[in-house]
């Protein structure tokens, strides 16, 4: 009897383990072929993406909004735990007693319902989500001032109790927001961080059976490492507990992502399984493309996703008199495609394009791209080495060696590409037109091999990809 018992709990564990295994298998993951590219139900997937708002869950046509995304060949959103009232539709997480003061104790059932159906219709339509959950905007300067957090605010601490201010009227780059300092490494605030436990236990209690989800420790943060390594480790022996297992990153401030304020991420790999440079997008250019390269270099003992869930840059943003524009936004969505990145994503207007009818264009063109060529098999010519005459921010390589060569122009212009040495022919050549979204035939025709071979576009941006014909 007690044997047969034993068999039956032995059986009973294998069978959980097992299927455990096989959700994990299914969840969103780097791809085992190629780690620097991502894998969903056992597929590589290239995420693409541009979207409204940051907080999408939070948005009144959540639903309307995805089938466009999708209809444009997005599969990618960023979603922010925020519930700033940038727009007035946002709600906060927290119940509000009858004086008008939040109970951090008590859920605002409502705001925990979007996010699960932000989640649903997601899951159901193949969009992986990338959820940042805390974002430094949200607890400083005027918002400061309508958080749940704020002690004036809620019913659960003071000022005395808590160590939170009154104000804290600077950019939160100055990092004089102790919320971000509660943590056991740092100014041990077990008052506060009992109820950050709680947001992000109610976050994940929500998120973690979903398996398009990945996570991101904070928002452009310049605070110390010791915040984010905290809650990857929390968010990873939460996740653990229920035999999952998740993929996180953090995402630094710093413009230069060579600098070291992004080595706590680069450097570990067995806390940070992808990292996020979407603050690289601030650089124009050559520099845009070359300090992406000298990561993906860096992170060669390594290799993992390396994701963009922001490309700055439209004809509204701040940022205009540095060239941060709408041409920039579309330059890098394409230098990071031919670059190697995992994800590419539009920020939200007015710093970025959205799902606007241009970024929604670059979207279809992708997806064309990716028709034709093989992006999960591609080498990179990151210094440009088979690309001759080449002229600063004129043309990207990436390539199959031997089978297939994509070549970026972001204005259009002539690049010779060297095949020499590379056996086989005929190859075929054929013209992506970006903005329009579509192949130009009999643009380019066909050629031989062996050779060095000069490629030509019209004004404007555009794809050449050459072929070794039946490839």
């Known amino acids: 009897m007690r044997r047969n018992l ?14 455990q295994a096989q959700g994990n298998a ?37 639903e309307a909004h995805l089938d466009l995304l999708l209809a444009a060949g997005g599969n990618y959103i960023r ?86 201010a009154a104000e804290y009227p600077d950019h939160p780059g100055a990092n004089r927001q102790p919320f971000f300092y509660t943590v056991p490494d740092l100014r041990d605030n077990r008052i506060v961080l009992e109820f950050q436990h709680a947001f992000i236990d109610k976050v994940l209690s929500i998120s973690l059976p979903f398996d398009h989800v990945l996570y991101c420790m904070d928002n452009e943060t310049s605070g110390d490492p010791a915040w984010g390594r905290y809650w990857a480790h929390y968010v990873r022996a939460r996740a653990a507990r229920a035999g999952i297992e998740v993929h996180m990153t953090k995402m630094w401030d710093n413009w230069d992502v060579r600098h070291e304020t992004h080595r706590p991420t680069f450097d570990h790999a067995e806390l940070y399984s992808f990292v996020d440079i979407a603050q690289n997008s601030h650089n124009p250019g050559e520099t845009n493309w070359d300090r992406a390269q000298w990561v993906r270099a860096y992170l060669t003992d390594h290799p993992r996703p390396m994701n963009s869930t922001k490309i700055y840059g439209a004809d509204t943003s701040k940022w205009m008199d540095r060239g941060i524009d709408t041409e920039h936004a579309q330059q890098t969505f394409w230098r990071n495609l031919i670059g190697g990145f995992a994800s590419s994503r539009f920020h939200r207007p007015p710093s970025g394009l959205g799902l606007s009818d241009l970024a929604q264009a670059n979207l279809r063109s992708a997806r064309l791209l990716a028709s034709r060529f093989d992006v999960f098999h591609a080498e990179l010519d990151a210094e440009h080495h088979l690309l001759h005459d080449r002229s600063t921010n004129e043309a990207y390589l990436t390539r199959v060696p031997g089978r297939q060569y994509a070549v970026y122009f972001p204005q259009g212009g002539k690049v010779g590409l060297d095949l020499i040495g590379v056996a086989g022919g005929p190859w075929d050549v054929a013209l992506l037109d970006i903005a329009a979204s579509r192949w130009v035939e009999g643009a380019a025709g066909s050629t031989a091999g062996g050779a060095v071979i000069a490629l030509l576009t019209p004004p404007g941006p555009h794809v050449v990809v050459v072929t070794l014909a039946g490839s």
């Open 6 to 19: 034993l068999l039956t709990l032995t059986g009973l564990i294998l069978m959980q383990t097992t299927t």
């Open 26 to 62: 299914d969840r969103i993951q780097p791809w085992p072929e190629n780690p620097r590219f991502w894998q969903y139900h056992g597929e590589p997937v290239w995420l693409l993406g541009g979207t409204v708002k940051d907080n999408l869950f939070q948005i009144p046509d959540l």
């Open 79 to 164: 979603n922010t735990m925020s519930d700033r009232p940038d727009r007035g539709f946002e709600i906060k997480a927290y119940a509000m007693d009858d004086a008008g003061r939040y109970d951090l104790t008590r859920w605002n059932e409502a705001y925990w319902q979007r996010f699960e159906r932000m989640l649903q219709l997601t899951a159901a339509r193949g969009i992986i989500v990338q959820i940042e959950l805390w974002d430094r905007f949200d607890h400083s300067q005027g918002n400061w001032q309508a958080d749940p957090f704020h002690p004036k605010n809620n019913v659960n601490y003071s000022h005395e109790t808590s160590l939170l």
